[in-house]
């Protein structure tokens, strides 16, 4: 009963430096991954989770990945995506972006603003790809969201999964623009008959 | 000689001769100088009161080694005060700019046209860029490194594209007028320029969110590679464009110690040429990490204030979100231009989106 009269005393009470405090300022902040599917449909991201990979109105292929976070100040929080090549220990795709957070229903929990918008996410560009060793459509990746509030307290989120092109009206273009080695501005008239897709090195190649 | 004492008579008392369009600024000229090598110069043009002229030309690249390739190790581009920027890109997939039908000039105004959209464009290698818009010092004169020249190839099609903006945030006091000299090398087998072409695009500043940050990054397949040059681009919401040496593996911004560039003036960034190329360096495997800071401020009254930055807004927030876009007044970029060398076959000319 104490610690429930914390924490909305917490949520409801804040100070000049941040007046919405989500959750418990003695915790340290903690996040779940959600990503962004082709629908605008979100998901919690776990190890072994598909990521969709879509066209955004940038051109290329992205994933959209983001976070629920507690223990947290609302408002502008900073929100950093990147997937890295499990083999090379590469980081093929990252992006960074300030995202309004607010208090979802339950008040316990911080979420962005715009659930369903795009921008709310970070808009991680893996394709085409110049440094990917391997496919990116259906090959496992390390996924890293991190979050850090305007008080600088920072959370972060490792996974492992697997970005899948998931707009069937694109997926023989994003299949081949999404495989090792494609260059933007190669063709994908020979695909998918262009080469075998490129194995992980058996030394594994992490650092 | 009375003609010239009454001259000199009225230039010196009584009322101010009357300015002609130019105002006594004389427009950017090619280099006579530069004789066994390429120049291409615009007409000088309008750029009328509230609007935004952004035009692409296309020329063939001469033939200056008897059919073979060739080298250029000096640029110099000239641009008349108003200029936003200017590109010269190699012209690769056509998409709907440069088709035959449209010759070798495009003309847009005020986002309108083909020469305004940025898919047109979007795997043509850049060439070089300039931001310059000084009455002073209209020009960038750019020797690139010992033993370090761009290859051109006799016949290959440049685009060079003008943005003159006359508006709020930034005015043309005078007219518009480009001109390009690329300087034939003799040098025979030189390190050859390669450039990133690196922009976030899914970006927002908005009035509910007005301190936005947004940073991406870029890697070079190869390591070995040397930075020449760097130059960032954004708008008058722009506060403060970063770019530093990334090791290609780290998910957090790197050190202060590695930044190599920095742009605090939106409308006057500083193309950094790195003269010296110790410290350059990237990592094995590494790259750039870039930053773009930006402070939300109202639209004008004259480009239409909120509503027309919201008509931009393919999200419809209703929030006055500046959003990706080419037009100065109400829309925003976060561009990275830099120079690297050597260029290599698996390396190339780098965009990153």
């Known amino acids: 009963m104490r610690a429930l009269a914390l924490l909305a005393f917490a949520a409801s009470c804040g100070s000049s430096d941040c007046p919405t405090f989500i959750g418990d300022p003695a915790q340290a902040p903690a996040i779940d991954m959600v990503t962004l599917d082709a629908a605008f449909a979100v998901h919690t991201a776990g190890d072994g989770s598909e990521l969709a990979l879509i066209r955004p109105p940038q051109g290329g292929k992205i994933v959209l990945v983001g976070a629920r976070a507690r223990n947290v100040c609302a408002g502008p929080i900073q929100v950093t995506g990147a997937v890295t090549d499990l083999c090379t220990g590469r980081v093929v795709g990252l992006e960074s972006r300030t995202v309004l957070y607010v208090a979802a229903a339950d008040g316990g929990v911080a979420d962005v603003k715009e659930p369903a918008q795009i921008s709310s996410y970070a808009n991680v560009a893996v394709c085409p790809n110049n440094v990917a060793a391997r496919d990116l459509d259906g090959e496992p990746y390390r996924v890293t969201v991190t979050i850090q509030d305007k008080l600088g307290r920072v959370a972060e989120k490792v996974i492992t999964a697997t970005p899948v092109c998931a707009e069937p009206e694109d997926e023989r273009e994003c299949r081949c623009t999404c495989r090792a080695g494609y260059a933007n501005g190669d063709t994908c008239a020979g695909f998918p008959d262009a080469g075998p897709p490129v194995d992980c090195p058996a030394d594994g190649g992490m650092p | ?353």
């Open chain 2, 1 to 353: 000689m009375r003609t010239l004492l009454l001259a000199a008579v009225l230039a010196g008392c009584g009322d101010p001769a009357p300015i002609g369009p130019d105002g006594g600024f004389q427009d950017v000229t090619n280099d006579p100088a530069n004789t066994n090598g390429f120049q291409f110069a615009t007409p000088v043009f309008d750029v009328p009161q509230s609007t935004e002229v952004q035009d692409c030309y296309f020329v063939n690249m001469p033939d200056l080694n008897n059919g073979q390739d060739y080298f250029v190790d000096r640029v110099r581009l000239g641009t008349n005060p108003g200029s936003h920027h200017m590109n010269v890109f190699r012209v690769k997939t056509i998409v709907n700019l440069g088709t035959p039908d449209q010759g070798n000039y495009v003309h847009g105004v005020n986002g309108q046209g083909e020469c305004f959209k940025s898919g047109n464009w979007g795997d043509w290698p850049l060439v070089a860029n300039t931001q310059i818009s000084s009455a002073s010092n209209p020009y960038l004169d750019w020797h690139l490194p010992s033993g370090v020249a761009y290859r051109f190839s006799p016949g290959e099609r440049l685009m060079i594209q003008t943005h003159y903006v006359n508006a709020s945030t930034q005015t043309t006091p005078y007219r518009g007028k480009v001109v390009v000299d690329l300087y034939h090398s003799q040098l025979t087998s030189p390190m050859e320029m390669g450039t990133v072409f690196a922009t976030e695009q899914s970006i927002r500043v908005c009035q509910s969110n007005p301190t936005p940050s947004y940073h991406g990054t870029c890697a070079f397949k190869n390591g070995g590679v040397t930075i020449a040059a760097a130059n960032g681009h954004f708008h008058s919401r722009g506060t403060e464009f970063d770019i530093f040496k990334w090791d290609g593996t780290s998910t957090t911004q790197p050190p202060a110690a590695d930044r190599f560039y920095q742009s605090l003036t939106w409308d006057d960034p500083p193309m950094t040429i790195y003269a010296n190329p110790s410290g350059m360096q990237v990592p094995q495997n590494g790259g750039i990490w870039w930053t773009c800071d930006y402070q939300w401020i109202a639209p004008s009254p004259e480009s239409g204030g909120c509503d027309a930055v919201n008509a931009r807004d393919k999200q419809m927030a209703n929030d006055c979100c500046y959003t990706f876009g080419p037009i100065v007044e109400t829309s925003e970029h976060c561009n990275v231009f830099l120079y690297y060398y050597p260029k290599v076959a698996s390396s190339g000319d780098i965009t990153c989106f």
